[in-house]
């Protein structure tokens, strides 16, 4: 079926392919993974019988209230799934070991290291890969989206995601691996060495040479070679991106962070880059 526009009424536009074996009828038996942004949403469709992702669509929309009236008039996301996660923006977090987490002090933990802002909700999200629980800020109409429309799936905040994402996969991977995430604005950051977390931030870029000059200053002050560290980036970059050319004049391997190759993609969706999308593309945020 390949990459199709579908149209909505009232939105300017939205990528769909749906592999012929989709079925809303049985939904029930799918896992939807929605990704919330700024800018609009994007969403897959798991067949966890056949081990493969059989749906995508994504949509450019302005902010909560358009996503809410999207959802709300999208046929495929009022069905009912197996299992659904939602994923939404936060830019501020912190990380608290399980065995130190107490969920009625979540409040005292997330103000020591960052302030609370008006018209944010906060929320924790137990990490499966580090045990570690994410206390996190995000915008309450996120949450009042998810209340109304989705209730009840597993809501992750985007940190959440790239981490239960790259943890599981490099564990037991020798030598200092980095990770950018990167959103329209901001971008998440994180460190492994010998498998092991040792660094996890969020910044915001504007230019090139913003995530550039953050990556290599966090990478300095750890006292991390560049020459011998690999990079991978994930998220809202392309292939031949200016960015990437960019840190390949100080960081001698960077590479897209590749999708998990024991996984299928329907034929439909050949054209979708995935990396784009490592928290779309994780079944096992679901299990």
């Not at 995508?56 to 929309?61: I, K, P, W």
């Not at 990490?127 to 992750?156: M, Q, R």
């Not at 020798?174 to 910044?203: P, Q, R, T, W």
């Amino acid at each position: 079926m390949g990459v199709t526009f579908r149209e909505m009424a009232g939105f300017r536009s939205a990528v769909s392919c749906f592999d012929r074996l989709f079925d809303k009828a049985s939904s029930n038996k799918y896992y939807l993974s929605i990704r919330f942004q700024p800018d609009g949403l994007v969403y897959t469709i798991f067949d966890p019988e056949l081990r493969k992702y059989i749906g995508f669509e994504s949509a450019v929309l302005a902010g909560a209230s358009e996503i809410y009236t999207y959802i709300k008039k999208n046929d495929v996301l009022n069905c009912k799934f197996e299992k659904s996660i939602v994923i939404i923006p936060s830019t501020h977090f912190t990380l608290v070991p399980e065995v130190l987490f107490i969920e009625q002090e979540k409040r005292k933990l997330f103000n020591f290291v960052h302030e609370e802002k008006a018209g944010d909700e906060l929320a924790s999200y137990s990490l499966k890969g580090l045990n570690a629980t994410v206390v996190y800020s995000s915008g309450i109409s996120w949450f009042e989206i998810v209340n109304d429309l989705l209730h009840p799936p597993l809501i992750i905040p985007s940190v959440g995601t790239i981490l239960e994402f790259v943890i599981p996969r490099y564990r037991n991977s020798a030598g200092m691996k980095v990770f950018i995430d990167l959103h329209s604005s901001d971008f998440d950051l994180l460190i492994l060495d010998e498998g092991k977390l040792i660094y996890c931030n969020n910044f915001s870029w504007f230019a090139p040479e913003d995530l550039t000059y953050y990556t290599i200053f966090v990478i300095d002050q750890l006292k991390i070679n560049p020459e011998k560290v690999s990079t991978f980036i994930s998220g809202n970059i392309s292939s031949d991106s200016n960015m990437l050319k960019l840190l390949r004049k100080y960081i001698k391997d960077v590479d897209l962070l590749i999708f998990d190759q024991t996984l299928q993609l329907s034929y439909a969706l050949n054209e979708v880059k995935t990396y784009n999308y490592p928290d779309l593309f994780n079944p096992r945020l679901c299990e």
